[in-house]
Structure formats: C-alpha cells, structure tokens
C-alpha cells in the first residue's frame, strides 16, 4: 500500500531527480519528501545517491574582521612609525583607541600579540615589542579569498593550514554540502501502476460530513514515532574549558608550554630543587611513594654531581646544607607534588635567556578532602628568566593572572617560606562565601639551586592551584564540584 505522497514521489522520479526538485514538483517540505523516499527505499521501490561537497565561508567574526582588519594587523600598524615600543605602554595605548583609529581592547591584544608574533610581524623582546613587517599574512590573504568565494579543492596544502589556524580562531567555516538524487526502480513502476484506491493519512471533518473515508484505506500511525525525546546535546566541561583558556592566555603573552611526568624521581621533585633530604623542609611537600618500580635511575650524572656538591658543601657563596647527600634517596619513585620538577627540568637544558616557560598539570598530595583540598589537583606553573625582571614584577604577574583569568575580586600578598625560592610570596584570594583562601606560592629561584642546573641569571617562579581559583571563576563553593558526575549540575 502506497501513501499518496509516495505515489507522487514515484511518479515524479521516473528520471533521476534531486531531492529539493522533488520537493518543489510535490509541493511538500523536503523532509516530508525524504521521509517518503526513505519508506520507498526500504520497499525496494526507489534509490537513492549522496553527492558530497565541501566548501567553506567566513563565520559572522570573520567578516567582521575582513572589513576592520586582523587585530594583528592593527597591532603591526601601531609599531610603524616607531618600530619599536613597551608591551604594556603600548597595550595601554590602543586600549584608549576607537575601533576606527585601530584600536584593541584589552582582550584583543592578548590574541593580536600571539598571532603577530606566531605570523612573523613582531618579535618580543624583554619587556617590548619590535616590528619585523607590515605585509598581509597567510591569515590575511586567506580571509580575503574566503571573503570572495571558493571551495577548498582550490586551495594549496599551505592554504589548507592556514584554513585549519582560522577554524581554530572561529573566523572560517567549513560548509558540507549534500545533495540527495532519487530514482523510482522497475519494482516501484510497477507498484505505482498496480496501486488501486486511496490511501487517507489525516482524517478530517470534512471527510466525516461527506463521508468521504469510506471505502478508502487509512495509512497505519506508529504511535511512539508521535513522541520526540528531548536531546541531551553535548557541550565542553567548563573547567576543562577554562585549562585551555589559561594556556591560551599565557601563550599570549608571549610563554611556551612545558610538560614533564607525572611519575618523578625525587631527585628532580626535591633534591634539584636544593630541598635537604633531612631538613624539616623536605616535610613541606609530603608525597605518594611508588611502590613498584621503587626507584628510577639519575642519567645525568655530572648535574647529580653539582647538586651533590650544592646539598654538602654549598654552590653559589651557599655553605649547603652540611650532610651526606644520598643518591639512594634521591633515586626513589613518587607521584610529582608540584610541577616545579617541569621548570627545573627546562633549566637544566642549557636555555639561555630571555625565556617565559610554562606548565599546567596534575600534581598530588597526602591531605585531608575537604571543600578547599584535595588529594590531586592542577597547577599551573611559569618561571620568567631574564637580567631584567625583579621580584616586583612577579607580583604584577600573579596580581593580573587572579584577576583577569580566574576573575577574583580580592586577592593580597603575604611573605612565605620556600626552600627553593628567596624571596618568596604567597597569594591569596577571596573566595565568595567561604573567605580567604591560599591559591599559590612564587619568587626568585635560590642561587644555590641555579648553580647546580648551570644558571646564572634571575629567574621568577610561581606555582598556582588552578582548581581553588576555578572555583572563584566557575561560581563553586566546594572544590570536589570541579569533578562531578551530576549530569544536570554538568548541563547548566
């Protein structure tokens, strides 16, 4: 039995037919067509093909972008005439800008510094910006031929990764486009000539008064196809979502992401951080012990020999810690406890200066779980090493990061102790409903410990707890929140 639509879809497919041509010719929404052919198919009595294209387009931004300039062409533009000029003198300046006078708010600018310096129109130097060129970018050439029209086939491998970069940015699109072609079979001819009366599919009252449905066929209803099931659409977790928003906002401002392993030998967790194997300072950083494999082995062994030295006798004008330093001890297997390894591990490489490095990664701690501590939890590390920075700077650093990337409204300074830094600093940051709590520690790396990874230049470290600023950001009141398995607090 043949319902009405689809005797018209067959009769109007004896040749091969798009599907929205179908629909024109019927007179219905292309759904309804596509409904039809899908019940004709499975009957054997239609088939159909795909046609695939690709093509692409400029999202909303991106035509907003193609007609007021990338913003790190604008910021190329504003070194021009001076070549030259400080990072923050000058972030200060086009933030009092029109959009018309080439302007960035501040949020531009961190995405303008990242490009220009990723596209080769600026070079960053300590504490300033220096311009390399003016000529339109791959990002710029590819935006204006967007902008024209074209489909990817057209575009060179080179384009095609300039295309990927400008998704990443959501400035492009990539558009699929089908095109669904039907065609009646010889068994769905037939069955169109052999069909004989009608088939009702919506009783009406019309139909009742002239009582017209008799005699007539009524079309089968599937009463649960009735009911739609609401979609549970899937959406990014929001606290892995503001990771990628951390690292995003370092990168632009101008750090090179770092990684290291989760599983360290204490050498690199304590003892490369000049933290005495018998000092009570050890006992600040209290960690998990791997059970099996107990101990790693210590490659480098002429860097183990200076910071047996540092440890014993002193390095740097330093008298050590004045004991016998044990390799044994320091070859033990632990799950990191801070991602300050990640830092000493880049240092130990020979990097020269000026360098801004740093790490977001789980570390972990033996500690009583309540709403602000948890067994493991993410940290977000950064060291700065340069002749130039001071511990004043520092502060600046962590002062901008609380407030414009975790969005705290309080935060303050304390003095602290460190083994590996001096001076040190604690952060901390008002947490709305519960009061203040400490998110991080920072200051300058001990010459002690420089010396024996073969550094002799200032360097600024900090280490953040991620998780209890994200509590600020996401509105929580309970860090185990964070990692919950409520779908409904997950979907809000």
Not at 132 to 150: C, F, R
Not at 158 to 185: G, H, P, W, Y
Not at 292 to 310: C, F, H, N, T, Y
Not at 331 to 358: E, N, Y
Request: with cysteine; charged share 30%.
């Amino acid at each position: 039995m043949l319902k009405d639509l689809e005797k018209s879809v067959l009769s109007k497919a004896q040749e091969k037919r798009e599907a929205n041509e179908l629909a024109k010719l019927c007179g219905v929404p292309l759904s309804s067509v596509m409904s039809a052919v899908e019940s004709l198919r499975e009957k054997g009595f239609a088939a159909s093909e795909v046609h695939a294209s690709l093509e692409y387009a400029l999202t909303e931004e991106g035509m907003e972008m193609l007609a007021r300039t990338l913003p790190e062409q604008r910021l190329a533009r504003a070194l021009e005439k001076t070549q030259t000029a400080a990072i923050q003198e000058l972030k200060e300046s086009l933030a009092s800008k029109t959009l018309v006078e080439g302007g960035l708010s501040p949020e531009e600018f961190g995405i303008a510094l990242q490009w220009a310096k990723a596209l080769g129109l600026v070079e960053i130097r300590p504490g300033k910006l220096v311009l390399l060129s003016l000529s339109p970018t791959s990002h710029d050439l590819l935006l204006e031929k967007i902008g024209q029209g074209t489909s990817e086939p057209k575009l060179s491998e080179a384009e095609k990764k300039t295309l990927s970069e400008l998704e990443k940015r959501t400035l492009a699109k990539r558009i699929v486009s089908k095109k669904v072609f039907v065609q009646a079979t010889p068994s769905g001819l037939n069955a169109l000539k052999e069909e004989r009366g009608e088939v009702i599919t919506q009783l009406t009252p019309q139909m009742l008064k002239a009582r017209a449905w008799e005699g007539k066929k009524f079309v089968p209803y599937d009463v649960p196809a009735l009911f739609s099931v609401p979609l549970a659409l899937g959406k990014k977790h929001a606290y892995k979502q503001l990771l990628l928003e951390i690292k995003q906002k370092l990168v632009g401002m101008g750090f090179v992401e770092a990684h290291g392993p989760l599983v360290e030998m204490e050498f690199w967790n304590m003892d490369a951080l000049f933290m005495a194997q018998d000092h009570p300072a050890r006992e600040i950083h209290d960690v998990f012990q791997v059970e099996d494999p107990a101990r790693g082995e210590i490659l480098e062994k002429k860097l183990l020999e200076q910071v047996r030295i540092a440890h014993e006798k002193g390095l740097a004008g330093s008298k050590g810690w004045r004991y016998r330093w044990d390799a044994e001890v320091s070859a033990r297997l632990v799950l990191r406890s801070h991602t300050t390894p990640v830092s000493a591990r880049s240092l130990a490489k020979g990097i020269k200066p000026p360098q801004r490095i740093f790490c977001v990664g789980r570390v972990f701690r033996p500690d009583e779980i309540d709403w602000k501590h948890f067994i493991e939890f993410n940290q977000c590390e950064g060291i700065v090493m340069d002749e130039s920075m001071s511990f004043r700077e520092l502060l600046g650093y962590l002062k901008e990061f609380a407030l414009e990337v975790f969005g705290a409204k309080e935060v303050r300074f304390a003095p602290s102790y460190f083994p590996f830094t001096e001076p040190s600093v604690e952060l901390m940051a008002k947490i709305p409903g519960k009061g203040w709590a400490e998110v991080g520690g920072a200051g300058m790396f001990r010459p002690e410990m420089l010396a024996a990874l073969g550094v002799d230049v200032p360097v600024l470290a900090w280490g953040l707890g991620i998780d209890r600023l994200a509590m600020i950001k996401l509105g929580l009141k309970d860090i185990r929140d964070l990692f919950t398995q409520d779908l409904k607090a997950l979907r809000a």
